[in-house]
């Protein structure tokens, strides 16, 4: 299943980079494929959900709130083009800001 989701990187802090892009789901939810690399859900972490298979490396992921605010200290986060006109017109029901390309 793909759905649209929010994805911070939190390896070397607890306030990384944000992005909002779609994400394949596995059928249990226990894991993620987005831009072409799996991230598995971890049972415990401190401000993580997630670490990327691979690297290790922790993440955050999870549904966009429909209100913005996605970031749990605040600031810019950006939209993946491929994204954009389904996140502004379904997820925020904000269909006039569907030319933005980043949101807070």
Avoid: F
Wanted: hydrophobic fraction near 20%; charged fraction near 35%; charge should be positive.
């Amino acid at each position: 299943m793909k759905r649209i989701m929010y994805i911070e990187r939190k390896a070397g802090g607890l306030d990384g980079p944000g992005r909002i892009g779609w994400v394949e789901m596995s059928r249990t939810s226990r894991s993620y494929v987005y831009a072409g690399k799996r991230y598995s859900k971890t049972k415990s972490g401190y401000k993580y959900n997630c670490h990327e298979e691979d690297t290790g490396e922790t993440y955050w992921i999870s549904g966009p709130k429909k209100r913005g605010g996605d970031k749990l200290y605040g600031g810019t986060v950006d939209i993946d083009e491929n994204a954009r006109v389904e996140y502004w017109t379904k997820i925020r029901e904000r269909p006039d800001l569907v030319h933005q390309t980043q949101t807070h």
